[in-house]
């Protein structure tokens, strides 16, 4: 990442610009690390479900299912999305109940009769390793990110060293809203409450001509 | 030096990287002494404006320092020892509009105005640490920090009130004041601000100082509702009642007359707010870059004939904003970066008088080494996290 760093140097920063010498460590995790690295599956996995439903399906002994296998294309890469995004555990959930569907569809493959039985099973337990994997990502991820500890009172922090009641208004005394802040339109008050006009002291309906 | 580097969605280093050095006649350079992490910091770890942060970008735009090294054309104006806040919008003070205040739309700072001319039509500021559309310069979450247009790029403080007190001119100070100001604030007002984090905090404060009548803060933080309450606002958590309904409870059923949003692109994301949802999930698929939840909910709720005030920071395209009833309703929307030259001497001098003391805010103080850890922490709210002031 240090050598992406310093490409994008050369494009995009003047020569004085500070430039990468060592990397740091990451504010990334190994369960984002992770989380990641299955997003990237969901779209890798996707892709060859939409691309190649038939031969994937012919692969495993489940003829006929071409369409469902397309769908479940589909599925994979709408988890990859939120999974590749900060809101991982949204899409890491969406990965496992997608695993489980898998796992369901799977499941009549592993017949004795199935010729392509062997390649099924290989694919089942490849489901099953990865869905142990979301799972502990989506653990990690949601452990990682939680709000930690009570919330905290912060009732005397008011800022405020006059008081509440000793600072409101204190800066009326010397501060006027620049012109081209104003709000006269909103602020000129009507004729019969006892306003005080709007900024040359005027009613609306004076200042409109209508009084 | 040590700096916080961007390498990649949420993946944010304290790298070793190598010390800046005067470019140009009007630079300087500052040894910072504190800096601290934004609200709008958290934007770019999560990557909100995909291609805009490069690899190797260091991030930061709050903070303060002395100054080390003076470029010949900015001594008249710096020296070194000075003890400066340095704003974290890039100001030249001559363009035609840094002499009409608009400091945020500064004419002349940003070095990749061909990007920013394409993306926003006209060029903005430069910015420090804040994306290449904003110039690519490098942040001040770092041991050292180039200042370019130095000689009007600073606050020069005094000696004698600590860093925490005087850190936050640089940007979340004059950004809630911006907000209260915008509202151009009456006696009789009701302000209600969404967002309690540092910059709606900060507003609250400016709302109650300018004189507004009452101030509620919307949140659903309990620790961020209980320091607005700190400062006399009424407060509404919105995962337990409706902000609508007790607005309209507080406000005879008229809605408040001033409306700030100090939340910006990243609206909290809930099952009880479906658009928030949707809006999530277009902003993951690039659909839109902005969740607008707290922005159409103060359309609805404000007043007719109100103000609404935003310096929450948008990204870019915004889905689903309510124009039929903002524009039947009169509304008026005032929004910028906070033009920050343009308060930072009032501000200054009110800290100075005891008006306000933005210390209050800091809820964590740590090393910059920890920098990395301590983005997850403001990201994740942990431990009741309002603030971060890191120290280099």
Redesign the interface.
Known sequence: ??T???I??K????P?????????????DGW?RLAKGLGWLSFGLGAAELIAPGKIARSLGLDGRKGLIRAYGAREMAAG??TL???KQVGLSARIAGDALDLATLAPALRRDNPKRRNAMIATAAVAAVTALDIAAFAGVLS??????Q????????????G??G??????RD?E??P????E???MPPSRNGGTGDRAGRTAPEAMGTA | MKALVWHGKEDIRCDTVSDPGIEHPRDAIIKVSSCAICGSDLHLFHNLIPGAMLPGDILGHESMGEVVEVGDEAKSALKKGDRVVIPFTIVCGECEQCRRGNFSVCETTNRKKGLADKMFGHSTAGLFGYTHLTGGYAGSQAEYLRVPFADATHIKVPDGIPDEKLLFLSDILPTGWQAAVQCDIEPDDMVAIWGAGPVGQMAIRSALLLGAQDVVAIDCLPERLSMAAAAGAITIDFTSESVVERLNELTGGKGPQKCIDAIGTESHVGLSQPDTLLDRAKQMTLMANDRAHALREMIYACRPAGIISIVGVYTGLIDKVPMGQAMNKGLTFRMAQAHVPRWTGDLLRRIEEGQIDPSFVITHTADLAQGPEMYRKFRDKADSCIKVVLKP
């Open positions: 990442m240090a992406l760093a310093n994008t140097h494009v995009a920063r003047s004085g610009d500070p430039k990468v010498q060592a990397a740091g460590v990451s504010s990334l984002d999305v939120p995004s900060f809101d990682t990110r939680r709000r930690t500890g919330p905290r009172d912060y009732g005397d922090r008011s800022g405020l060293p006059k509440v009641e600072s409101r208004g204190i800066a009326r501060f809203t620049p081209d802040m104003r709000a339109p909103a602020s």
